[in-house]
Structures are given as structure tokens and as C-alpha cells.
């Protein structure tokens, strides 16, 4: 089968399995590893196309689950597609609205059919089945759909987590089967699994069997210790084919983005550089810097020193800081558009370091600048 997206390796890594690729899409060719911005709702929050494109962004993440309550998918096919709805050339992921729902909790009832729920806008009643899952993102139009899949909590026990593994690989066949436009849209299976070995190759083995075009690993960064997160991402990622994207959802911050990257990561994910904007939090080369703190009152220099984003080319941290204070909306802008430059440019050095042989030194010197995550 000819896929709509495929993935290219370009180089490996010696000294770990960090690996340099590229994936093509019919919106552009993305240079991996990536961090890919959310923009839930159609947008990245406080963030316009443009700026988006200028600081390097190659592809960024929708949501089915909250498009289709607001302003519903049959709007946005009208309207072209989201690409053309929110004016963004290249590529789209979309999040199949799974994680979504489950986390309604009392909100929510899961039966084989699908998860029947209420809206946390209105209250009203809605079905989302993987046929519709699946409807919906193909009205999107998005380059990369996601399987629905049911998202354990953590923790769980082995039984719940057994028996949600397989009706998510029962979902994915049928999302596969209802899959309408092969041409122009691919879609991805989610490993779960918990925090079971075994269950997690079980997973995998039932998934890849499938032949999609790329992978993700759902079900981390739930609440988890982060040891324990790292020794379940280190095999998981093993149990991936190596000719395809293999994608970790729901993370950003860079030390989870650099141990994803060296166990063969290629795709991230997460809010978290929006959100911690508008609560006045910034990523910089040494470490987080929490502007609405008293010592920045009158400190003129940049944001950060050794960053060229809009940001910190024009404003002092003082200025920063009065804005958040104030409450105006051009601290979430300015902020919001730095933690995304940041990372933007943090995965462009990453993959330079790969092709260069020297990504554990890139690695240890970043941890070494930015301090405690």
C-alpha cells in the first residue's frame, strides 16, 4: 500500500539511538526529530501562522475532540480543510480526541462501540465511535490522523490495562477500515500497555502488524515518576519498526525531548511551552525564568542572552514582567513565541548534533547550562 506519509532515515547516531530522518507529507517534507506546537481548538494560543512559520515550526497538532464540538468538522470541510480554514500551509496532525475523552472521567462511559460522553461546553450528549473518529479528522483534512485509542490511567492494573490494549487494536482495525482518503491523509496506530513490559510488545507486535505508515507511544507522561517513564520509553521505542515515524505523545519539556531523542524518538508533542507562558514562565539556555518574580523589575537585559527570537531581540525582561503584571495580552504573545522558538530551535540543534556524530555532548552540555527541569 502507498502511503500518504512516509518516513526517511537519514543518519544514526554511534553512541545511542538518536536518529536524523525526514517525513514526507503532502503539505512538506519535516526534518526529524521534530517538537510540534499545539494548537488545539485550529490555533496555537497566541500565536499567528505567520510568526509560526518565520521561527522554523513544520507541522503542528489539532484536536478532533474539541473541533468537533467547536465549530463542528462539517463547517471546517466547508470551509476547505483546516489548513485552509486557519490559513496554515503545511502540515497538520490531528489527536483523535481519545485522550480527550477519557480524561471527562464521571463525564464519560466506555463500551466496545466507543466512549459515550458529555460536552464539557454545554452538557450535551455525544458518541465518539473510531468510525467517527475517523469522519471527523477526514473532514479536517489533517496530513497525519491518529487511531482512536482508549488511554489507560496511570496507575492501573494489569487486567484494565490488558483488556484496554486489545480494544484499542480492535478500534485501530476499525479505524483503518473506515479510513476514507489514503491519498491525501495517513494514519497512525498508538501503542499502549501501561507500564507492562509485556503488554507493551503485545501491543506493538498487534499494531505493526497493520502496516501504518508511523507509531506513536500513548499512555506516558500520565502522572508516572519520570524514572519509570524513562524505563518504559526505552524498550517501547524498540518494539517500533525502524523504517517508520515513531512518535511519543504529549511531551515538552527538553529533558523528556532529549531522552526521547536518544531512544529513537522522532515526533514530540505538548502544550506545556504555551501554557507556561501565560503563567508567566520562559524556557532560556539557563533554565527557567519565572518573569513575574520581583528580581526582574528592573532588569533591562534580554530574556535570554543567547536567543534571537522576536521576543528577546526587543523587550528586557523588565518590560516582560510589567505586561504579566498588568495582565495584558501581549505577555502570553511575546512569552508564548519564545518557549516556541526555544524549542524549535533546541530539536534544529539536536539534529545537526546527530549528523555530526555529537549528540550525547550537545546533550550534556544543554543539561549542564539549563539547570534543574
Not at 486557519?86 to 466507543?114: H, Y
Request: hydrophobic share 35%; net charge neutral.
Amino acid at each position: 500500500m502507498k502511503h500518504a506519509v512516509t518516513y526517511e532515515l537519514i543518519k544514526k547516531d554511534t553512541k545511542t539511538r538518536a536518529r536524523r530522518g525526514r517525513l514526507h507529507t503532502p503539505h512538506g517534507t519535516i526534518e526529524t526529530p521534530v517538537f510540534m506546537p499545539v494548537g488545539t481548538a485550529g490555533t496555537v494560543k497566541a500565536m499567528k501562522p505567520e510568526s509560526l512559520k518565520e521561527m522554523g515550526a513544520q507541522i503542528i497538532l489539532s484536536n478532533t475532540y474539541h473541533l468537533y464540538l467547536r465549530p463542528g468538522h462539517e463547517l471546517v470541510r466547508e470551509a476547505g480543510g483546516l489548513h485552509k480554514f486557519m490559513n496554515w500551509d503545511r502540515a497538520i496532525l490531528t489527536d483523535s480526541g481519545g485522550f480527550q475523552v477519557f480524561s471527562l472521567g464521571d463525564l464519560r462511559k466506555i463500551t466496545e462501540e466507543g466512549v459515550k460522553f458529555r460536552s464539557h461546553i454545554d452538557g450535551s450528549s455525544h458518541m465518539l465511535t473510531p468510525e467517527k473518529s475517523m469522519e471527523i479528522q477526514n473532514a479536517l483534512g489533517s496530513d497525519i490522523m491518529m487511531a482512536f485509542d482508549e488511554c489507560a490511567p496511570y496507575p492501573a492494573d494489569r487486567d484494565y490495562v490488558k483488556h484496554s490494549l486489545e480494544r484499542t487494536t480492535r478500534w485501530l482495525k476499525r479505524c483503518k477500515d473506515y479510513h476514507q482518503n489514503m491519498e491525501n491523509q495517513s494514519l497512525f496506530g498508538i501503542m499502549q500497555g501501561g507500564m507492562y513490559r509485556d503488554l507493551r510488545e503485545e501491543s506493538a507486535k498487534a499494531i505493526v502488524d497493520l502496516d501504518l505508515p508511523g507509531y506513536a507511544i500513548g499512555g506516558l507522561s500520565v502522572g508516572e515518576p519520570k524514572d519509570l517513564m524513562l524505563e518504559v520509553l526505552d524498550y517501547s521505542a524498540d518494539f517500533l519498526p525502524a523504517d517508520k515515524a515513531r512518535y511519543l505523545m504529549g511531551v515538552g519539556t527538553p529533558d523528556y525531548l532529549f531522552e526521547g531523542v536518544e531512544r529513537g524518538v522522532d515526533m514530540f508533542d505538548c502544550v506545556l511551552p504555551t501554557r507556561i507562558a501565560r503563567n508567566g514562565t520562559a524556557m532560556t539556555s539557563r533554565g527557567k525564568v519565572v518573569i513575574k518574580n520581583a528580581k526582574y523589575q528592573k532588569d533591562f537585559s534580554p530574556l535570554d542572552p543567547n536567543c534571537d527570537c522576536y521576543t528577546c531581540r526587543n523587550y528586557s525582561r523588565a518590560y516582560l514582567r510589567h505586561l504579566f503584571k498588568a495582565n495584558e495580552i501581549l505577555s502570553s504573545m511575546l512569552l508564548s513565541e519564545h518557549n516556541l522558538y526555544f524549542l524549535v530551535k533546541m530539536m534544529e540543534n539536536i539534529r545537526k548534533a546527530i549528523e555530526e556524530d555529537r549528540f550525547t555532548e550537545y546533550k550534556n552540555e544543554f543539561y549542564e547550562a539549563y539547570g534543574p527541569f
